[in-house]
């Protein structure tokens, strides 16, 4: 059997704690950074981007811990987003579930469908997971389109609310159609979310995943149960998507079932692979990336589509590796120390 | 009622040699290199648009144009190998060209978007229009005929080529075992351009094809391969014979749910199938006696 991933996963490199600052550090770093970002940033327009580069984020380190770290190929993952999306918004506006239980509810939604997809798929190599993936996102794209009496259908969902104001006791309520409150609210929970895989992929949970990614194989004749691993990392990552899917629906105030066509699968696939696969950073700067650029050059008009497919392209014929390959490649290349530049790259 | 059915049925039968079409490609591809070509779809709808061009832009004969189709396609399916899948060959993933062809699918789609728009083109051939009839009030029109008719004849000498010629019996070797087949004198590389090649000479006939049928948009190939994947799945990877028949089961059940069911949930139905295929026999329809490397 062909390994998934014997193009040389960056994972397996031996990752050298961070010099001065260390771990703990950076993440104070990311804080102060994600504090300071809504000031820097006062108009609507930009933070509203932000807000959709955090999304991204949570989708994209959730496929990767599918993709990059159990090595199961997932077309599918606009499936569990959309499903997450339209969970929460349907508990909350048919049932009139409160916003966090909803919240929770589609997280664990979209997680339960990753793995119902995931365990049915379980036998199958990673082309006919792929297809079978995308068969999924298909078929829940189709639903979401025709079940008219639940979803609208193309005509949509509007007006959807905000998360509820949270109001504590002696301070003023935090709103949540207030742009900067969202943005740290949804910023926090990526942050959280990244938090969390990062210690799941630094625990034996991350070695067995590795193992079972390198050689099935030989990872089942060590007695570990790969079926199930595979499952649970599914299930880890498609609840991620649904998250990024109720904040979604609660931000935008519009659902249509065209938000999550296979498409959308495609160009997550692209943050993950851009930053850097089998990383737990470079799907982050994968999404900062492909979401910033874009706007950036929004001068040349619908050119965002085309520079995605190019930049994946191009990604995967010479730099494999994604961003954080490269950029490796450059500090080793800083420090002239000729064995640092292998470490990033397994070819 | 049976008027209705047998409508349903011509109707299948014209979806289903096209799908076989596009199939075949992706089939074929998979057999010789056990990897998925993304960029498929697109080369359908560059077919598409060609044929469109040659007809109205340059005033040729529609007949004439499917060639041209399927030269651009054949062009095409050269340029992905060479540019994608031969430089990523040596690397041995079976993840890195799949990703590498979505990219290009997404370069390709919407580089057409620029370039010709989102408005759908209306492709009239002129055929489209002129219609035999048959018994009991059902009837096909001349387009349909020429798909089911060219569709056939390309993939009885499709099979005749794989058979009963020397490269045919080369390229069926690569399948079953590249390195002995490298060692029996056959060059692999070769064969693999050939493979390409063909399957997209295929592709971009069947965009020709499609064209007048179907809404003709940069995204017209998308809706037709992601078809073509599951029909590939369902008749078995590599497997030409079960992809026939797949392809031809789809394009029946897809006709009939349109007319018992609903229009919007045909791939609903297709995909479940799919799925079900995947669960309870994913070897596909036959059984292939080959042997899986672990």
């Known amino acids: 059997m062909k390994r998934l991933s014997s193009s040389g996963h960056p994972a397996l490199a031996v990752r050298p704690e961070r010099g001065w600052i260390g771990r703990r550090g950076w993440h104070v770093g990311v804080l102060i950074l994600i504090a300071l970002a809504p000031l820097v940033f006062q108009d609507s327009y930009w933070r509203t981007n932000l807000i959709v580069c955090s999304i991204n984020i949570m989708l994209a380190i959730g496929l990767d811990f599918i993709l990059g770290y159990a090595g199961q190929l997932n077309l599918g993952h606009s499936a569990f987003y959309g499903i997450g999306a339209y969970a929460s918004t349907l508990l909350i506006t048919k049932l009139g579930v409160p916003f966090w239980v909803a919240f929770v509810l589609a997280i664990t939604l979209s997680g339960i469908a990753g793995m119902a997809l995931s365990i049915f798929a379980v036998r199958l190599r990673g082309h006919y997971l792929a297809i079978a993936s995308l068969g999924f996102a298909v078929i829940v794209h189709q639903i979401l389109l025709n079940w008219i009496s639940l979803t609208q259908g193309p005509l949509g969902i509007y007006a959807i609310k905000p998360p509820p104001e949270i109001a504590l006791p002696g301070l003023p309520s935090i709103s949540f159609s207030n742009t900067a409150n969202m943005f740290y609210l949804v910023a926090g929970f990526a942050f959280l979310f990244y938090l969390l895989l990062d210690q799941l992929v630094r625990s034996p949970i991350g070695e067995t995943l590795a193992a079972i990614r390198e050689d099935e194989v030989s990872a089942s004749s060590f007695g570990i149960n790969c079926a199930g691993w595979k499952v649970f990392a599914f299930g880890i990552g498609s609840a991620l998507a649904g998250a990024a899917g109720a904040f979604y629906a609660s931000f935008v105030g519009t659902l249509v079932p065209d938000a999550f066509i296979i498409t959308e699968s495609f160009t997550i696939l692209a943050m993950v692979i851009v930053g850097g696969m089998g990383t737990l950073i470079g799907p982050v700067w994968g999404a900062i990336l492909l979401t910033l650029l874009p706007e950036v050059l929004r001068e040349f008009g619908d050119l965002r589509l085309v520079l995605y497919g190019a930049a994946l392209t191009l990604v995967v014929l010479f730099m494999p590796g994604g961003m954080v390959q490269a950029v490796e490649i450059l500090r080793a290349r800083v420090r002239r120390s000729p064995a640092a530049a292998s470490g990033g790259m397994r070819p | ?294």
């Open chain 2, 1 to 294: 009622m049976v008027t209705v059915a047998l409508q349903q049925t011509i109707n299948g039968v014209v979806f289903g040699s096209l799908y076989v079409l596009v199939a075949l490609g992706l089939t074929l591809i998979y057999g010789v290199l056990v990897q998925i070509n993304f960029a498929h779809a697109d080369v359908v709808t560059i077919g598409a648009f060609a044929a469109y061009f040659f007809t109205f832009a340059f005033g040729g004969n529609y007949l004439i144009s499917i060639g041209v189709a399927l030269m651009v396609g054949a062009a095409l399916g050269w340029l992905v190998n060479a540019a994608i899948f031969a430089p990523l060959r040596e690397r041995g993933s079976e993840l890195l060209p799949l990703i590498a062809t979505i990219g290009v699918s997404i370069l390709l789609q919407n580089a057409m978007l620029l370039w010709f728009g989102p408005i759908p083109y209306a492709f009239d051939s002129p055929y489209s229009n002129e219609v035999i009839r048959l018994w009991g009030g059902t009837f096909i029109t001349w387009q349909n005929v020429i798909i089911v008719v060219v569709s056939a004849l390309t993939i009885v000498l499709l099979y005749a080529f794989m058979r009963f010629t020397i490269t045919g019996k080369a390229l069926r070797a690569v399948a079953q075992d590249r390195e002995t087949a490298g060692l029996m004198g056959i060059n692999p590389d070769h064969l693999i351009m050939l493979t390409f090649v063909l399957a997209s000479a295929l592709a971009g006939m069947s965009g020709a094809m499609l064209g007048p049928i179907l809404v003709l948009t940069p995204f017209a190939g998308t809706t037709v391969i992601v078809k073509a994947f599951a029909i590939v799945i369902i008749g078995g990877f590599g497997n030409v014979e079960g992809t026939i028949i797949a392809g031809l089961a789809v394009g029946l059940i897809e006709s009939y749910t349109t007319q018992l069911i609903n229009p919007g949930l045909t791939d609903i139905v297709v995909f479940t199938l799919l799925l079900l295929m995947l669960a309870l026999r994913p070897t596909g329809l036959i059984a292939e006696k080959r042997e899986e490397t672990v």
